[in-house]
C-alpha cells in the first residue's frame, strides 16, 4: 500500500499563530500593492476598449505596429508582443466610436504590412456600459455566492462554522487578488469565473475537515477532549486526503496552465494559486477561527453545543 | 448480508446506452465534417475559389453551378471538381441529419462573432421628436451624459432633464393633451416595438448575407445579441447587420448659399478667437471662398488645435492625443479660419481627414450653430476620397427636412451601370424602385428642383449628389458612389431589407478568429488528455485495483457529462472543457475520500467487507456536503456568466452532479461483485 502519510500529530493548532502572522502579513502587501496601483489591473471586459489580438507570419517590430496605430490616431493604444514575436496584442481604451476601432486598426495594419497583414485571431470589444454592467455583475455574483455559503454552512453545521468557511474563503480570494496585482496580471471575465470556482473548491476541503471535527465532536464528548484537540485530530485525520485531492487538481490545474493556451491563462494561474491557498486557508483559517471562538466561550457551553451539534 | 445491486446495474446499464445514444450524432458528425473538409480544400485547390465562398454556395444548394461557371474554360479540371462536389453534397446530407443531435461547439472553439446590440435610445427619441430647438438639443446631451452610468434608466433621467429645463415633454413628442407620464410610456413601448421589428429586420439581413444558423436573440427590453459562427469577415457582417439604414433624399443648398454660410462661420469663429484672446479687433469682412474652382495647391501645414481653438484646453474636449494637429493653410488663418480648415473638391467642399474633428467642433460650437440657417444642416459624405497623399471628405450643406425616405422602397439591386453619363459606365450602382406613392412624391420633387441636386442619404451621411436634369416619373433612382461589386451588394442587402426601426449600436463585440478556433480545439484536447492520463496514472499508483476501480467511474464520468451536453443541447466552449478537466480532479475526490476512509477502518481491525461498508457509509454525507457547496458556486456561475464562462459553469456543474453516480454508486457495484466471490482478506487499496 503507497501511503504518503500514516497517522500523523502534527500540532496545526500550535502553529495557528505564526500561520494568521503569514496570511495577515500576505494579505496586507497585496492590498498595499492594490492601493499604490489604484485597485486590480481591470481588462476591458470591465473598463471597456477594444483588445485585438493579431498574428504575423515573421516576427515584427513593435515600433512598427505602433507607427502604423499612430497614423490612425491610435498613438496611446497599448501593445504588447507575445508568443514568438509574431503575436500581437493591441488595446485601445477609446470607446466612443465604439466597435469600428477593430475594423480600422486590422485594415491599418494591412496597410502597413502589405506582405504580411497579419491574421485577427480576435477582438473583444466592450462598451463602458457593459463594462461597468459587469464589473458589478461581478461583485454580485461573489457576494451571494459567499452568502449562499454561509446560509448552507450555518444549516449543516452552527453557524460559527459558516463564518470560518466565509473568512477562509474571503482570505483565498483576497490572496490571489494580491498576487494577482503585485504580479500584475490582469483581472477579465475568465478570472472571476475562477475566484467563484475556487471559493468552491476551497470550500470542498473545508466542509471535508468540518464533517470530521462534527464527527469527532460526537464521539470524543466523553474523553473530555479539548476543541483545540479535537480540531488537531480531525485535520490530522483527513490530512491524507486534503493532500491527495488537492494534487490531483493541482495537476489539472498545472496541465491547464502549461497546455490550455493563452486564452485561460490567467483562468489557470488564478485556479493555480487558489488551490494552494484553499488547502491552507481550510486548515490554518477557517479551524482556527473556529478554535478561538470556541476558547471565548465557556466551556459548558461548548459541550452543550457540541453535544446538540447538528445530525 | 448482500445487497441487492439489481436495480444499480440497471441504473449504469441505462446510464451507458443513453450515453451511447446521446453520443452517436456527436461522433458521426465530426467524422463526416472531417471528410467533407478534406473534398472542400481539394475543391478549392482545382476550382481556385475561397473556401467560403464554396461554403457558400454548398448552403444555396448552387455549388455544381458555382462550380461550372468558375471552370467553364478549364474543361480538365472539371470533372474531377464536380466529382468531388458530389461526395461533399451527399456528406453535408448526412451531416445535416446528424448535427441537429451532436454536441454544440461554443463560437470560441469553431470561430465566430458575439454581437451585443441596443437600441440607441437618445438617437430614437431625436429622430422622434417633431421639434428640435436649441433646449432641445442641450437637454438632450445632459441625457445622454448622465445615462452613461450603469443601472440608470435612460427615461428617468430625460424625464428629470426635461422637467429641470422647465418644459413640458409634449413640446417635443406626442400632443399637448398628453400627460407627460403617457408620452413616457409610448416613447418606452416605441423602443420595444422598434426591438421586435429590428430583430426580424436583422434575421432577414442575415439571411441574405448567408450565415449558416446564425442565433439571434433578445436580451432584456433594449438588447439584441446576435451569434454569428463560422463567419471570416466580421467587419463586412457588422456593417450590413448594425447599419440603420436610414435613407433620404435631401436636396443640397444651391452654392451662392453655402458660400454666404461660410462667410458668415469664418466672421463667428474670427470674433470667437479674438475674444478669447481678449483683443478688442473687430472681425473684419471676410473675403468670400470660391468653391467653384478645382482642388487648390494649399499651403497646409500642422497646427495644433490649441491654436486655432484659443481659451480651451484638449483636456476638456476629451479629444485623443494623436488628433491635437490639423492641416490648415496659415495664409487665411487669421481672416478667414474656417476657410483655413477646409478646400474645394469639385464643386463641393472637401475637408482633410485630420480636420474632420476640428470642422465637427467649429460646426458644433454655439456661435457658429446661430448663423447657419435653422432648416439647413452640414453633412458629410459617407467615404474618404483620396487625393494626392491626403484623404478628403466632402461636406454639403442639405435642407434639413427630407423630401422622401426609404420607407417607400419596394426593391433594391446592384448592378453594374449601363446607361446614363459614360463615365459611370461598367461602375456598380444600386439601382432603387418605389411604391406608387414614393414615384409620385419622387416625380414631384425633382420636376420642381431641375437642376438642383438631390443628396441620397445613407444614414445621415451622403453617399451621392447627383445633380436633377429633368422630372423623373417612374420612381427609379440609382445610386452611385465609387463602390465594388460587394459594397453595392451589401447596401442592396440591407435597402431591401429595410431601415431598421430604431437605431442600434454594438455595445459588445467579441469575435474569435477561425484559427484561434482550430488553436483552442486543440489546446483543450491536449489538456484533457494530459490531465486525465496525469490522474489516472496517480490513482493507479496510489490506490492499486481500487485506483484502477476509480479511474473506471472517472471515465464514466466523463462519458455521461458529454451525453448530458448532448442532450440538454447545451455548448461545448474553452472554458467548459476547462471544467471538465477541473473535475478529472475533483471527481476523483469522492472515491479518495472513501478510500481513505476504508483504509481507516482497515487499519482499525475491520474486515474487508465491513470496512467497505463503513467507508461508504461514513464518506457519503461528507461528499454530499462538498458537492453541494461546489455546485451551488457553478450555479451563482452559470447565472452571472455570459458564453464562454456559462460553458464552464455548465460542464462544472454536470461534472459534479455525475461524480455522485459514479464515485458511489458505480465503485460500490463493483467492490460489491468483488466481495460476493468470495470472501476477501486483504485489499488492494
Not at chain 1, 206 to 228: G, H, P, S, Y
Request: glycine share 6%.
Amino acid at each position: 500500500m503507497v501511503q504518503f502519510f500514516r497517522e500523523t500529530h502534527i500540532d496545526f493548532m500550535q502553529k495557528r499563530k505564526y500561520a494568521i502572522l503569514a496570511s495577515a502579513i500576505l494579505i496586507l502587501i497585496g492590498i498595499a500593492s492594490l492601493i499604490i496601483k489604484g485597485g486590480p489591473k481591470y481588462s476591458i471586459d470591465f473598463l471597456g476598449g477594444t483588445e485585438i489580438h493579431v498574428q504575423f507570419q515573421q516576427p515584427q517590430d513593435p515600433g512598427a505596429v505602433r507607427e502604423a496605430l499612430a497614423a490612425l490616431g491610435y498613438g496611446d493604444a497599448e501593445i504588447k508582443q507575445f508568443g514568438g514575436r509574431e503575436d500581437f496584442l493591441i488595446r485601445v481604451q477609446q470607446q466612443e466610436i465604439g466597435t469600428q476601432i477593430s475594423d480600422n486598426i486590422l485594415a491599418a495594419l494591412q496597410k502597413a504590412f502589405p506582405s504580411d497583414p497579419g491574421e485577427m485571431r480576435s477582438v473583444e470589444s466592450v462598451g463602458p456600459k457593459i463594462g461597468r454592467e459587469l464589473r458589478s455583475a461581478s461583485v454580485w455574483a461573489t457576494l451571494i455566492s459567499l452568502f449562499l455559503i454561509l446560509i448552507y454552512v450555518s444549516f449543516r453545521f452552527e453557524f460559527i462554522f459558516a463564518v470560518g468557511a466565509v473568512v477562509a474563503l474571503f482570505h483565498d480570494v483576497m490572496v490571489t487578488l494580491g498576487i494577482f496585482s503585485l504580479l500584475n496580471l490582469e483581472v477579465n471575465l475568465a478570472v472571476v469565473a475562477a475566484f467563484l470556482t475556487l471559493v468552491g473548491y476551497s470550500l470542498n476541503d473545508t466542509i471535508v475537515i468540518f464533517d470530521r471535527i462534527r464527527e469527532n465532536l460526537k464521539l470524543r464528548r466523553r474523553d473530555n477532549l479539548q476543541i483545540a484537540e479535537i480540531i488537531n485530530l480531525s485535520i490530522n485525520q483527513t490530512l491524507s486526503r486534503t493532500i491527495l485531492t488537492s494534487l490531483t487538481v493541482f495537476f489539472v490545474v498545472v496541465v491547464l496552465f502549461l497546455f490550455g493556451g493563452q486564452v485561460i491563462h490567467n483562468f489557470s494561474f488564478c485556479m493555480l494559486i487558489g488551490v494552494i491557498a484553499g488547502s491552507y486557508s481550510t486548515i490554518f483559517i477557517a479551524a482556527t477561527l473556529v478554535v478561538e471562538w470556541y476558547k471565548k466561550h465557556h466551556l459548558a457551553k461548548i459541550k452543550q453545543r457540541s453535544a446538540v451539534a447538528v445530525r | 448480508m448482500r445487497r441487492n445491486n439489481t436495480f444499480r446495474v440497471v441504473l449504469i446499464t441505462l446510464a451507458l446506452v443513453w450515453s451511447g445514444y446521446q453520443l452517436y450524432p456527436t461522433f458521426m458528425t465530426t467524422r463526416f465534417k472531417d471528410q467533407a473538409d478534406g473534398h472542400l480544400n481539394k475543391i478549392s485547390q482545382t476550382s481556385g475559389l475561397s473556401i467560403d465562398d464554396l461554403n457558400n454556395a454548398l448552403r444555396q444548394g448552387r455549388l455544381e453551378q458555382q462550380l461550372k461557371a468558375a471552370l467553364a474554360n478549364r474543361s480538365e479540371a472539371l470533372p474531377v471538381a464536380l466529382e468531388e462536389a458530389q461526395k461533399l453534397i451527399t456528406l453535408d446530407d448526412k451531416i445535416a441529419k446528424h448535427e441537429p443531435r451532436a454536441i454544440k461547439r461554443g463560437l470560441d472553439l469553431q470561430g465566430g462573432s458575439y454581437l451585443v446590440f441596443e437600441v440607441d435610445l437618445a438617437k430614437m427619441v431625436r429622430d422622434l421628436a417633431k421639434n428640435k430647438d436649441a433646449k432641445f438639443e442641450e437637454v438632450l446631451r445632459a441625457v445622454e451624459a448622465k445615462a452613461k452610468a450603469p443601472n440608470v434608466d435612460f427615461f428617468d433621467v430625460l424625464v428629470q432633464e426635461i422637467a429641470s429645463a422647465q418644459v413640458r415633454l409634449s413640446r417635443y413628442w406626442g400632443n399637448r393633451s398628453q400627460e407627460d407620464g403617457q408620452i413616457v410610456e409610448d416613447l418606452k413601448k416605441n423602443a420595444t416595438d422598434s426591438v421586435d421589428r429590428n430583430l426580424e429586420i436583422l434575421r432577414n439581413r442575415i439571411d441574405q448575407f448567408g450565415v449558416s444558423e446564425p442565433s439571434i436573440t433578445r436580451q432584456g427590453d433594449r438588447r439584441i445579441v446576435v451569434e454569428l459562427a463560422g463567419i471570416t469577415d466580421v467587419g463586412r457582417a457588422k456593417n450590413i447587420i448594425g447599419k440603420t439604414a436610414q435613407l433620404k433624399f435631401s436636396l443640397v443648398r444651391e452654392p451662392e448659399i453655402t458660400n454666404d454660410v461660410i462667410v458668415k462661420i469664418n466672421a463667428a469663429m474670427k470674433r470667437a478667437r479674438a475674444g478669447s484672446r481678449n483683443d478688442s479687433a473687430q472681425a473684419a469682412e471676410a473675403a468670400p471662398v470660391d468653391t467653384t474652382q478645382e482642388a487648390k495647391v494649399r499651403n497646409d501645414e500642422e497646427v495644433s488645435v490649441s491654436e486655432l481653438f484659443p481659451g480651451s484646453t484638449s483636456a476638456d474636449s476629451g479629444e485623443p492625443a494623436s488628433d491635437s494637429t490639423v492641416l490648415v493653410d496659415r495664409e487665411l488663418l487669421e481672416e478667414n479660419p474656417f476657410s483655413a480648415l477646409i478646400g474645394a473638391l469639385g464643386p463641393d467642399i472637401g475637408v482633410p481627414e485630420k480636420n474632420v474633428r476640428a470642422v465637427e467642433r467649429v460646426l458644433h460650437s454655439p456661435e457658429v450653430r446661430n448663423v447657419v440657417p435653422a432648416d439647413a444642416e452640414f453633412l458629410w459624405s459617407n467615404k474618404a476620397e483620396q487625393l494626392a497623399d491626403t484623404k478628403y471628405y466632402r461636406l454639403y450643406l442639405v435642407k434639413r427636412e427630407a423630401e422622401l425616405t426609404g420607407t417607400n422602397l419596394t426593391d433594391a439591386r446592384a448592378n453594374i451601370g449601363s446607361g446614363g453619363r459614360v463615365s459611370r459606365q461598367g461602375e456598380w450602382e444600386v439601382s432603387m424602385e418605389m411604391n406608387s406613392e414614393g414615384a409620385k412624391t419622387f416625380s414631384v420633387v425633382t420636376g420642381a428642383n431641375v437642376n438642383k441636386r438631390l443628396a441620397i442619404l445613407l444614414d445621415d451621411k451622403i453617399v451621392t449628389a447627383p445633380n436633377i436634369n429633368e422630372r423623373i416619373p417612374n420612381g427609379r433612382a440609382v445610386i452611385h458612389g465609387a463602390m465594388d461589386a460587394e459594397e453595392a451588394g451589401d447596401l442592396a442587402i440591407v435597402l431591401r431589407a429595410g431601415a431598421l426601426q430604431a437605431p442600434m449600436q454594438i455595445i459588445e463585440e467579441r469575435t474569435v478568429g477561425p484559427s484561434l478556433g482550430r488553436d483552442s480545439i486543440e489546446k483543450g484536447q491536449n489538456s484533457a488528455i494530459i490531465g486525465f492520463v496525469i490522474v489516472v496514472a496517480f490513482m493507479l499508483f496510489y490506490y492499486r485495483l481500487s485506483g484502477l476501480i476509480a479511474n473506471l467511474a472517472l471515465l464514466l464520468n466523463v462519458i455521461i457529462v458529454f451525453a448530458a451536453l448532448a442532450q440538454f443541447k447545451a455548448t461545448l466552449t474553452l472554458p467548459g472543457i476547462a471544467g471538465i478537466i477541473l473535475t478529472f480532479g475533483m471527481a476523483v475526490d469522492a472515491n479518495v475520500l472513501i478510500f481513505e476512509r476504508i483504509r481507516e477502518e482497515l487499519r482499525g481491525g475491520k474486515t474487508v467487507k465491513a470496512a467497505i461498508d463503513a467507508g461508504y457509509d461514513r464518506a457519503f454525507w461528507t461528499i454530499f456536503d462538498a458537492n453541494l457547496t461546489n455546485a451551488l458556486t457553478a450555479m451563482v456561475l452559470l447565472q452571472f456568466g455570459t458564453g464562454p464562462v456559462k460553458g464552464f459553469a455548465i460542464t462544472l456543474l454536470f461534472g459534479i452532479a455525475v461524480s455522485m453516480f459514479t464515485a458511489i454508486v458505480f465503485t460500490r457495484v463493483i467492490y460489491d461483485w468483488m466481495t460476493s466471490r468470495r470472501v476477501m482478506t486483504s485489499l488492494s487499496i
